[in-house]
């Protein structure tokens, strides 16, 4: 079973074999006689099948228009899957036209078609994104083996006095990769019942002796996974760039169950305490089992749409945990999507708890010098035109308060999966000479 859940979909031979069911199928059900009614008429084939595929085009792409008329998605759906939508039903309506007057194995092959039609849709929308990998992500399970931890150096977690980048050998066995996994994360404080945090080890934490590096606690969107795919690809190119050092990262589930729900960032009776679990569960557990800097200059929050308004808000509330910021094409605030339902549900209809909870809100009731030293980037994918304006948004928030503010739209991208490793490239490439993880300025 975790063989399958862990079968890659995206640029993969499987990708390629359900496309070409979906084609051998619609081929099957073309080929065709024309055949006769009871009154000896003749019932032709193929302006059928053009009525079902024409047919069922529009209907694709009529529910595709309504998606983004509606805002039922909470994103604006790119033209590409306006195509897959259109394509997958048009699909359906040659298999639907295929029932009439036909063999009973006709049948059978035009309802299994039906099917083929439906799972290459999805496959091609999720290759679109990018974001759920294997089989199992797209239902919500991250198959990633558990990973063993390299032993805890509880003497050698203090800020360097001088930049890793300058100080740091790596040794001739360094691992030319890092490694990525899982591992349980117990809702100690929070009660928080939490799916098993993704984890990426760089090069540089694999060797004996290993330094304590910067750590980042990175948090995926709604609906979604904690799957550290993405992150430790960007990071494993930064840490070829530069001698195997990157960042430990700790990809938390910041929304527990199944990943359906929304917790909204925040604690509530209806849904957990989802900010304690995060602020406090992971982030004790970071200090009790991994060799990071316990300083929060190396610390970063960092998150993904749902994710990326997490990470404002938390970074907001506890600069002393964390003076990074990396939000990619986040929310202006947790709940942005439906601020009527989660003012009810998660603040108990509390207007002025909801309010003042959003991080433009936080970042400006502070003292005075409160997010001195802080770093934040947000990014949006320039074909996503709601969050650039939400990034846009929270940085003129964040940089008219002092705060060392990127601003970076990814061009070409849209919600998905290039603009996930779009912002986040750009994120590390503004931190790592803070981290002290490069030399540069």
């Known amino acids: 079973m975790s063989a399958i859940l862990e079968l890659p979909i995206i640029n993969s031979p499987a990708m390629w074999i359900i496309y070409l069911v979906a084609i051998t199928f619609t081929v099957t059900l073309l080929i065709r006689k024309n055949s006769k009614s009871k009154h000896g008429k003749t019932k032709r084939w193929l302006p059928r099948a053009l009525i079902g595929i024409v047919g069922g085009a529009i209907v694709g792409f009529l529910i595709y228009l309504g998606g983004n008329t509606l805002d039922l998605f909470g994103v604006e759906l790119p033209g590409p899957v306006g195509t897959w939508a259109s394509a997958t039903f048009a699909g359906s309506g040659l298999a639907i036209a295929s029932f009439p007057h036909s063999k009973p194995w006709r049948k059978i092959v035009a309802s299994i078609s039906i099917l083929a039609y439906l799972v290459a849709g999805a496959t091609g929308i999720n290759a679109l994104y990018g974001l759920n990998p294997t089989l199992g992500s797209v239902f919500g399970i991250v198959e990633e083996d558990q990973i063993t931890l390299p032993d805890l150096n509880a003497d050698n977690r203090a800020a360097p006095t001088q930049p890793l980048a300058s100080t740091w050998q790596a040794p001739a066995d360094m691992p030319s990769v890092g490694e990525r996994g899982s591992v349980p994360i117990p809702g100690t404080t929070s009660g928080f019942v939490a799916r098993d945090a993704g984890i990426y080890l760089p090069p540089a934490a694999l060797v004996d002796n290993a330094p304590a590096l910067p750590v980042v606690i990175m948090m995926m969107g709604y609906v979604g996974n904690p799957d550290p795919t993405i992150i430790s690809d960007v990071l494993d190119q930064f840490a070829a760039d530069h001698n195997g050092l990157a960042p430990i990262v700790v990809v938390a589930d910041q929304l527990g169950g199944q990943g359906d729900v929304d917790p909204a960032c925040a ?20 200090n009790a089992n991994l060799n990071v800097i316990q300083d929060p200059k190396y610390w970063t929050v960092a998150g993904y749409s749902n994710g990326g308004g997490c990470a ?39 207007a002025a708890a909801f309010e003042a909870s959003k991080p433009i809100n936080i970042f400006q009731a502070a003292p005075a010098g409160t997010y001195a030293g802080m770093t934040a980037i947000f990014t949006a994918g320039s074909e996503d035109p709601n969050f650039v304006s939400m990034a846009t948004t929270v940085s003129n928030a964040t940089q008219a308060l002092g705060i060392a503010t990127t601003l970076f739209i990814v061009q070409g991208a849209d919600h998905g999966g290039d603009a996930v490793s779009g912002g986040l490239t750009e994120g590390f490439n503004v931190l790592y000479p803070v981290l002290g993880l490069s030399t540069g300025s």
Do not use: H, L, M, R
């Not at 604690?267 to 970071?286: C, F, I, L, M, P």
């Not at 990619?328 to 439906?338: F, H, I, K, N, R």
């Open 267 to 286: 604690d509530s009776a209806k849904y957990g305490n989802a900010e304690t679990y995060v602020t406090t569960d992971v982030v004790n557990w970071v």
């Open 312 to 350: 404002a808000k938390y970074g907001a509330k506890d600069p002393g945990t964390f003076k990074n910021i990396i939000s990619v094409s986040g929310e202006q605030y947790p709940g942005s999507e439906t601020p009527e339902a989660v003012q009810a549900d998660i603040y108990g209809g509390d």
